[in-house]
């Protein structure tokens, strides 16, 4: 599995960070980036689907213990190359990743959006981290992404 | 007609083959022959029966299509590209309303989310899909484009049959009918032309009396036969001619050049009516009977197809031989790579035919099926355009039979990839077939089913379309996305995100292909969804391009407009902003016109920042130091306070209510005519670039006073411009000026400024006042008072005090004396008066007060006439007297004579200004004047000047001082000074050159004759020298504090006014023996005076409360000796450059035992107690109240021969030399009177005596200054000298003076008395007598 981008966005569907990795020094140009910016934000229409489709499921089946919904949303849209995938925290704070397009274990993308959930809430467990705001300047949380996606803890 | 099937243009094609001479009629009316027909094309009335296989049914609409015989070329792809670009070019964008969009308007409300239906395509669109069906005809695989029919035309003038026959020659035939691709089999009609205008028209049965012979379907149709006062037909032949007839028509046909003349004008209506009856009439008839008869027979083909043993033989792999013969002939063209071709007698091409002819008559069961069996053969076959064409037409028949929707769906998906299968192999034109069919696809969802299945597809169509757009060309791939984009946003729940996304890409595609238009539209309606949601990124590459993209399309304001927002977020990094800034300056130099930009957010003007600094407050200036004085200075108000009547001063309190002249006063900020007033604003660089602001000034307006007018052409201000250069992220601070030239009232309205020499643009000013908080409505909302500090009032012109310091020293040493001036320039245009200063340190300033006009010589030369010589070599001792200085409280405020009492407009007066380093340290001194105009004005009644100057003070000589009691006589006590001065400076040597003492009960003196003169000191070395002081003569003790008697108070008059009573005295002591300086003189004494002399500090003036009680007068005019004395020591250095004076104030030799009694209760009157007696540490100090001397001869002659015991009377006194306590002692021997007994002869000749008659004292008091003579015996047994000693006087108890009277009198015992310092030392020599007495 080879990341192209990871996202994380905010409640009200804001950027929080958005990052693009790249095996070259090309890629990493203004447009490269840009085209990720678009490729997330119009991902956040299939996570809206996903996520009431999952509603929607849960209420059909049983209505008694609530909706139990899996933050993990699975395969959201290919674009051209490129897989984008989706996950999305009870506190309706999403996380996106895109995927060269290769095939990859759900079980596996799972373990690693929950990875990089866990190292955004220690993120924002820190007191002196203002509430949804962007993460660019939390340099632990860059390093520990950074570790997360070079070293492929996931 | 069914839309869908419309969209599609299927129709009939009917071949038209004509003469040159035919052709030649028509061009008469400025059109070819197949231009005459072209119009005639759809009919919906025709009610003809039909039987293609059951039963018969009535075929009412008909399509044709008229093609003549060299227009059967396929457009190449570049043709059919430029036409789409035309097309699209050609339509009018509406011009989009960009301010709308600029507003960021919601998104939502612009789209018909949830209604269901796909939007309405774009004008444009509907066109382009007939420009693609129009592009895409006569391929290879269209069997629907090839002739059904042929007309031959020819004139009527003509021999007819053989015409005729030559027409059908092979070399009029296009190349499908000559490859055999397309069936030979078709209706023809024979047409003959005749020019009305060039013949009557003949009758049409002799006419066509030959062709009828030779064929069945014939007809004379004459034209041109319009009358000339007859009006000229609408031209309906133009719009009816294909866009791309001139790329379809065979390369060196005669084709009519496209002509600007309008078409048909020779015709007239009957012309126009023949021909169309001749279409609908003949031609239809004619083809619907030979189209029937076709499918009738190729039916029966395909049913032997169908047989058993076409079956098997198609499996065995014996497959294409359907009528013997006719095998499909592999293409020549495809080199590499066999693709099938089939002919006409093929039997696919002839299913295809069945399904076709079929499909034209409405026979949509037949044409399905045929369809089916045809596709299944050209799968086989791998022939995957032909394949996907008939796929394509199945869909649309199932559509049109109302089948299965699954099948259309699976028939129009395989249509798709199969041309895209096809696509690899042929070039891109297969590709716009596969688009063909996607929009197809569109059609037949928007179609078919209910309203809510139509919406569930049309997700399906936008990602079909999406996925198409990566087929085609740009422009397609525009459109098709732009198409998608509108499907997103018509879903149930609108997919906004994609909506936009899509038209950024078709935005993308457009501009790729230079469609600017379109592109800036797609753009600005995705820019909505985009806007301040955080998407910062997204924003910027949007505006970037809108802003590139409209300047280019030379709508220059949008386009500033947008790079605006860009420079608003400067949140970009720097390469970015670069490119930004480039852009828009390009933008700007080409379009000078619009430099002037209202809105540029850069700089950034922080308006919380804004101050203006008048001349007389100087309200602020942080360009300033922090040690200027200005009205922010917390040492303003407590300096100008007191300069100000106290009726402006304070501002009343809860009782009095508010002050009204302060509360009705004109507004704090006025400006006067002439004078330049400031703004200090802060400006800020938001950007990571450099900013160069050029031309920044303030933008005022000036309302004339009444009766004010202006010249024209003369400005009513000037102003100022600056030029900054803020790095990246850099902030300054401007100072920016007006001056007003005329009355009225100035308003700062803003800044104006010009960005780096291309941008002009302003800003305006608003100040907020306070947040007000009086009613409901302004406590929840945010609502602040009108802040009016920017409009002022400027009056008439008024005096401008300017005041500098002339000769001011940087550093000074300690105790430094240096004369400065004040000068001080009227710069105003009237005059002023009534000048006062304060200042802040009035210890260092002595301000107006000039030395005596002697010089130095003849001060020398005085003070050496009164020369009292001392030692060697000689001190200089002089003694002068002066009258004191009546008491002064506040020297901090004065005021300055003026030369007849005012300065004139340009007048300068220079006052001097005497220095002296009062303190260590660094010292800012404050000056403030404040003056008057001679001619009041009621807005500005006074004009203040503050003025401040640094000053270091470094360390001169350090001084150390004692004072101890000498020897003296007990009335007059003596005391000893000491005085030890160490040079503390870095690297001056300096030299004491007088020591002044100033007092009006005391004197120095030198301690003996021999005194040293000091020696000029070293930085290290100290002098230690010893003066006596002693009391004046003729100077009474002071009295004992008590409470004033009421004779004193009652009969002052009596007595000689104190002033006239009480001198001070001046004695100097000159080490020099030249030089020697009154001490009387100004500035000396003047510092002197100031020595104590209070800073004003923060506090000042606070406690002062103005309704406060005064204390009574009365009891001050009690003269009252002063007695303390001061020190006053004169140095210099070497050069004599430097030169000061240390002084010593308020030294008492004396010191009262006692603290002050404390003033009496403000409240009850009544006089507090004293602390109590025993709080009181006295034991220290008590020994030495009482003064001790002994009397006694100083020898004495004894005989011991006549008595062994010599006896002498000594006399101790003892003087209570305290003023203000009573003092108990005891006096006792010491040893008593076992040492008296015990004592031999045995003793030391100058041993002690003892003491013989009173040995013990108990309990004595003494009152202030009263005496005691003790008589006591002093015995010796021997020759020798005595000293006299061995007793003690002890103080044992004290209280009060003047309190025995009363009962409440204090006793302080002490718990052990304490021993008084002996008395000096006497020496009593007894002489032994006894042999002369012998």
Redesign the interface.
């Known amino acids: 599995m080879v990341l192209a981008s990871i996202a994380v966005i ?1 409640k ?4 929080l960070y ?1 990052r693009a990795f790249s095996r070259s020094q090309q890629d990493q140009s ?1 447009e490269s ?2 085209r990720f ?2 490729i997330v ?2 991902a ?2 299939f996570v ?2 996903k996520i ?1 489709a999952q509603r929607n499921a849960a209420q059909g089946s049983s209505s008694s213990s609530g909706p139990k919904l899996d933050p993990y949303l699975g395969l959201l849209y290919p674009i051209e190359d490129l897989r984008v995938y989706g996950y999305a925290s009870t506190s309706k704070v999403k996380f996106i990743a895109v995927l060269d397009d290769e095939d990859v274990k759900d079980a596996q993308m799972n373990a690693f959006f929950r990875r990089l959930h866990g190292l955004y809430v220690d993120t924002v467990c820190n007191p002196f981290h203002p509430p949804n705001t962007e993460l660019y300047d939390c340099a632990k949380f860059q390093r520990q992404v950074d570790r997360l996606v070079d070293a492929g803890l996931y | 007609m069914d839309e869908v099937v419309e969209n599609q243009g299927f129709a009939a094609v009917v071949m038209v083959l004509s003469t040159p001479e035919a052709e030649a009629i028509c061009q008469k009316s400025n059109m070819s022959v197949t231009d005459l027909f072209r119009p005639f094309t759809s009919f919906n009335d025709l009610n003809l029966s039909a039987q293609t296989g059951g039963e018969q049914y009535r075929v009412k609409t008909f399509e044709l299509r008229f093609v003549h015989a060299k227009e059967f070329n396929e457009v190449p792809k570049e043709v059919s590209d430029q036409h789409f670009q035309q097309l699209v070019a050609s339509h009018e964008v509406e011009d989009v309303d960009l301010r709308a969009n600029l507003e960021y308007m919601s998104a939502k409300d612009n789209f018909t989310t949830g209604s269901g239906i796909v939007p309405d395509s774009k004008p444009w669109f509907h066109d382009f899909r007939k420009l693609l069906v129009e592009s895409l005809r006569n391929g290879e695989q269209c069997t629907l484009d090839h002739p059904v029919a042929c007309v031959l035309v020819a004139a009527s003038t003509q021999g007819q049959v053989q015409v005729m026959n030559s027409l059908l020659s092979a070399s009029n035939q296009p190349a499908i009918l000559r490859d055999g691709l397309a069936d030979h089999n078709t209706a023809r009609s024979y047409v003959l032309l005749h020019d009305c205008s060039a013949s009557p028209p003949p009758n049409e049965k002799t006419a066509l009396i030959e062709l009828q012979k030779a064929y069945n379907s014939c007809q004379l149709i004459p034209i041109n036969s319009r009358e000339k006062d007859a009006p000229v037909l609408a031209d309906m032949w133009t719009p009816s001619r294909p866009a791309m007839l001139s790329a379809m028509t065979q390369k060196g046909a005669d084709d009519a050049p496209p002509s600007a003349e309008p078409r048909g004008t020779l015709l007239s209506v009957d012309d126009v009516e023949r021909v169309r009856e001749y279409v609908k009439g003949t031609l239809c008839k004619q083809m619907v009977a030979h189209l029937q008869a076709r499918v009738t027979q190729l039916s029966a083909v395909r049913a032997s197809r169908q047989g058993l043993q076409n079956k098997i033989r198609s499996w065995l792999g014996g497959k294409k031989g359907g009528e013997g013969s006719a095998s499909p002939a592999m293409s020549p063209v495809s080199a590499g790579r066999k693709l099938p071709r089939y002919t006409s007698n093929a039997i696919e091409a002839q299913m295809m035919k069945l399904a076709d002819y079929a499909f034209l008559l409405r026979d949509y069961g037949i044409a399905l099926k045929s369809y089916r069996d045809a596709g299944l053969e050209f799968k086989s076959d791998k022939a995957w355009r032909h394949y996907a064409l008939s796929q394509e037409m199945a869909a649309l028949c199932i559509y049109l039979t109302d089948g299965s929707r699954r099948d259309m769906d699976e028939a129009l998906e395989k249509a798709t990839t199969s041309y895209i299968k096809a696509r690899s192999s042929n070039g891109d034109r297969a590709a716009r077939h596969a688009t063909r069919a996607v929009l197809l696809q569109m059609d037949l969802l928007r179609k078919g089913g209910n309203k809510q299945q139509v919406r569930e597809r049309v997700r399906e169509v936008a990602f079909a379309l999406v996925g198409q757009s990566t087929e085609e060309s740009n422009l397609c791939a525009a459109l098709l996305l732009e198409q998608a984009a509108l499907c997103f946003s018509s879903m149930p729940s609108a997919k906004l995100r994609q909506y936009s996304f899509h038209l950024i890409l078709a935005g993308y595609h457009y501009i790729s292909c230079s469609q600017r238009r379109h592109a800036v539209r797609a753009y600005s309606s995705a820019l909505g969804i985009y806007m301040s949601k955080g998407w910062t990124h997204i924003e910027d590459h949007i505006h970037f391009t809108l802003g590139r993209n409209c300047a280019t399309l030379g709508r220059i304001e949008t386009a500033i407009g947008f790079f605006l927002r860009l420079l608003r977020h400067s949140r970009q990094p720097q390469e970015r902003q670069e490119t930004f800034m480039k852009e828009l300056s390009t933008i700007l130099r080409a379009n000078s016109q619009h430099s002037q930009l209202p809105n540029l957010p850069l700089p950034r003007f922080n308006q919380r920042s804004i101050k203006v600094i008048l001349n007389d407050h100087m309200q602020v200036s942080r360009l300033a130091p922090s040690d200027v004085l200005c009205a922010a200075h917390p040492l303003w108000a407590p300096l100008v306070k007191p300069l100000l009547p106290p009726a402006e001063a304070t501002s009343g309190n809860w009782l009095t209510g508010g002050n009204k002249s302060s509360t009705t006063a004109a507004p704090t900020s006025i400006c006067v005519v002439g004078e330049w007033i400031y703004l200090e604003v802060d400006i800020e660089n938001p950007m990571h670039l450099k900013l160069n602001i050029t031309n920044l000034r303030l933008l005022c307006s000036l309302k004339l006073a009444d009766g004010v007018t202006a010249e024209p052409g003369e400005d009513p201000f000037k102003v100022d411009a600056h030029e900054v250069e803020l790095a990246a992220g850099g902030r300054r601070l401007a100072r920016l000026g007006v001056c007003p030239n005329k009355e009225g009232e100035l308003r700062i309205e803003g800044a104006g400024w010009t960005l780096n020499g291309v941008a002009h643009s302003s800003t305006k000013f608003e100040l907020q006042g306070r947040r007000l908080n009086k009613t409901k409505a302004h406590r929840m909302g945010k609502m602040y008072s009108f802040d009016q500090s920017l409009i002022m009032p400027v009056i008439p012109p008024m005096p401008l005090l300017k005041a500098e310091i002339e000769g001011m020293p940087e550093t000074m040493m300690l105790g430094q004396r240096h004369r400065a001036e004040l000068v001080l320039t009227n710069v105003g245009r009237t005059p002023l008066s009534s000048l006062r200063l304060r200042l802040s340190q009035p210890a260092f300033c002595v301000v107006g007060e000039d030395a005596p006009s002697t010089s130095i010589e003849a001060a020398a030369e005085q003070a050496a006439a009164a020369v009292d010589g001392i030692g060697e070599p000689v001190l200089l001792l002089h003694q002068r007297t002066a009258v004191p200085p009546a008491p002064k409280k506040d020297w901090a405020t004065l005021s300055l004579p003026l030369p007849n009492g005012e300065l004139k407009p340009g007048q300068t007066a220079r006052v001097p200004l005497w220095l002296r380093a009062n303190s260590l340290g660094a010292h800012t001194l404050h000056y403030i004047f404040c003056y008057e105009p001679t001619s009041p004005s009621k807005m500005l009644k006074r004009r203040l000047c503050p003025v401040s100057q640094k000053v270091i003070v470094q360390p001169a000589l350090a001084i150390r001082h004692f004072i101890r009691r000498g020897r003296g006589t007990t009335e007059n006590p003596g005391f000893v000074l000491g005085l030890t001065l160490r040079n503390t400076s870095s690297g001056t040597r300096l030299c004491l050159s007088q020591l002044s003492c100033v007092s009006q009960s005391w004197q120095i003196k030198h301690l003996c004759k021999s005194a040293k003169r000091p020696e000029p000191l070293q930085p290290g070395e100290d002098f230690t020298i010893y003066l006596r002081v002693t009391r004046q003569e003729g100077v009474p003790m002071a009295p004992p504090p008590k409470p004033a008697p009421p004779a004193v108070a009652a009969k002052p008059s009596n007595e000689q006014p104190a002033a006239a009573e009480v001198t001070i005295t001046h004695f100097e002591l000159n080490f020099t023996g030249q030089g020697v300086v009154d001490s009387r003189d100004v500035p000396l004494l003047s510092f002197l005076e100031r020595e104590k002399a209070p800073r004003v500090t923060t506090d000042t003036g606070n406690d002062e409360n103005p309704y406060a009680r005064k204390p009574k007068k009365g009891s001050e005019a009690e003269p009252k000796i002063d007695e303390t004395f001061s020190i006053v020591l004169h140095y210099k250095d070497d050069s004599g450059a430097v030169v000061g004076q240390l002084q010593l104030v308020d030294l008492v030799p004396q010191p009262a035992l006692l603290p002050p009694p404390p003033a009496p209760d403000k409240r009850s009157g009544k006089v507090r107690p004293r602390r109590p007696l025993k709080e009181l540490d006295l034991s220290s100090r008590l020994p030495s109240m009482l003064a001790l001397t002994l009397d006694c001869a100083k020898s004495s002659e004894h005989s011991f021969a006549a008595s062994p015991l010599c006896t002498q009377p000594v006399f101790l006194r003892v003087v209570n030399s305290s003023s203000e306590i009573d003092v108990c002692f005891t006096f006792e021997v010491l040893g008593g009177p076992d040492r008296a007994t015990n004592l031999t002869t045995a003793s030391a000749p100058s041993g002690e005596p003892i003491w013989l008659g009173l040995t013990t004292l108990s309990r004595e008091w003494l009152r202030p200054g009263e005496k005691k003579l003790l008589a006591l015996t002093a015995g010796m047994w021997a020759v020798g000298k005595y000293t006299l000693d061995g007793f003690r006087v002890a103080v044992c108890a004290w209280r009060l003076a003047g309190e025995i009277e009363t009962s409440s009198a204090e006793v302080v015992e002490l718990e052990k008395p304490i021993s008084c310092p002996p008395p000096p030392t006497r020496v009593l020599e007894i002489v032994d007598m006894s042999d002369i007495s012998d």
């Open positions: 905010g009200e569907h804001n950027p958005i203004e980036l840009l910016h678009f934000h119009t956040l229409d809206e689907d009431a």
